[in-house]
């Protein structure tokens, strides 16, 4: 699974975001972070699916486990709802995105 690259396509999406980042030399760090908190997330969502669900196929359920955990990065991602896109993005948004604690499992 290409986690990183994940990242970077939504943080890309969130081109103020994307670039502010880039400008301030955390763009890799905070994709880092976020493709970490995916794979994690990812992983709990497999688990979860897999005993709430059993029989069912793997890669099935990897599938529906990477949409739960992706819906999860983005919603916490600043810039997702078109409120957030009409303010201007700040640093310390991005920053408490990167240090919050990964979902438990």
Do not use: N
């Not at 890309?12 to 975001?17: A, I, M, N």
């Not at 005993?51 to 992706?70: M, R």
């Not at 948004?93 to 604690?101: G, P």
């Amino acid at each position: 699974m290409q986690y990183k690259t994940i990242a970077l396509e939504l943080l890309q999406q969130r081109t103020e975001l994307h670039e502010h980042l880039r400008l301030t030399r955390r763009l890799l760090p905070t994709m880092e972070t976020c493709a970490l908190q995916l794979k994690q997330s990812h992983e709990a969502w497999m688990a979860t699916l897999a005993q709430s669900h059993p029989g069912s196929d793997p890669s099935q359920v990897s599938s529906e486990a990477l949409e739960l955990a992706l819906k999860e990065l983005e919603d916490r991602l600043p810039g997702v709802s078109p409120r957030a896109e009409a303010e201007p993005l700040s640093l310390d948004a991005a920053m408490a995105f990167t240090r919050k604690a990964s979902p438990k499992k």
